[in-house]
């Protein structure tokens, strides 16, 4: 069966502080990768979908990038952390063929202070 | 640009009753449309997907059913228990490469 992996859990970082998150999915091949932000009071946005190695799209212009340097292998990152870039960060998946259910991991809690 | 929309925003109800929880979209080009679970501080948890071509799903006491016409969506919940309570958010995929787009949730609480 398949399963998803996010880390750190939780994440306190100061202002100005680099970020990286990881997010791996076991027990698939190819998948469509996805970041998700979930901020306190709003609703889930999409951030960033890849459909292969080091292809990555961009959906909303910010502060944050991400890289997919192996297949199943989903990093979020950012050189210098905002007050808004505070929230909850879901890592997302997809078997890529058709419209497929989608499948999300635990999620990172990241508190910038 | 397609918006989702759920009402109602939270939900109060006691243990046994039969629920509705609606789910409206503008842009009626949509490949599918997913009702999640979320819990407290976790992931999401998919409940049912609805293809386009599709009016309706089943999972047990959950029925989804998608009007693609109207732009709308309902989650029924039969007989409620406690442990359904949770926030449940609906998404569209239309944008192509399952891009969703998301509800802000309806907060369910089923007491006992």
């Known amino acids: 069966s398949q399963t998803i992996h996010q880390w750190p859990a939780t994440l306190v970082q100061p202002v100005g502080s680099p970020l990286s998150l990881e997010c791996t999915v076991e027990g698939t091949s190819n998948p469509n990768l996805y970041w998700y932000r979930q901020a306190a009071g709003r609703g889930l946005q999409l951030l960033f979908y890849s459909i292969g190695i080091d292809q990555i799209s961009s959906e909303v212009p910010q502060n944050l990038s991400a890289s997919r340097p192996q297949d199943r292998q989903f990093i979020l990152s950012s050189k210098k952390l905002l007050l808004s870039d505070s929230g909850f960060y879901l890592c997302?998946?997809?078997?890529?063929?058709?419209?497929?259910?989608?499948?999300f991991g635990p999620g990172t809690r990241l508190t910038v202070l | 640009k397609q918006e989702v929309t759920q009402i109602p925003a939270a939900l109060s109800v006691p243990e046994g009753e039969n629920l509705v929880l609606n789910c409206s979209f503008t842009d009626s080009a949509i490949y599918n449309l997913q009702w999640f679970r979320q819990d407290p501080g976790k992931g999401l948890t998919s409940l049912l997907l609805?293809?386009?071509?599709?009016r309706e799903q089943t999972s047990g006491r959950l029925n989804a059913s998608l009007d693609k016409s109207s732009g709308r969506s309902t989650l029924y919940i039969a007989a409620s228990q406690p442990g359904d309570s949770a926030t449940y958010l609906c998404a569209v995929s239309s944008g192509g490469y399952n891009k969703l787009i998301f509800g802000a949730g309806t907060r369910l609480a089923v007491h006992p």
């Open positions: 609805i293809q386009s071509s599709q």
């Open positions: 997302a998946w997809d078997s890529g063929v058709g419209t497929d259910t989608q499948y």
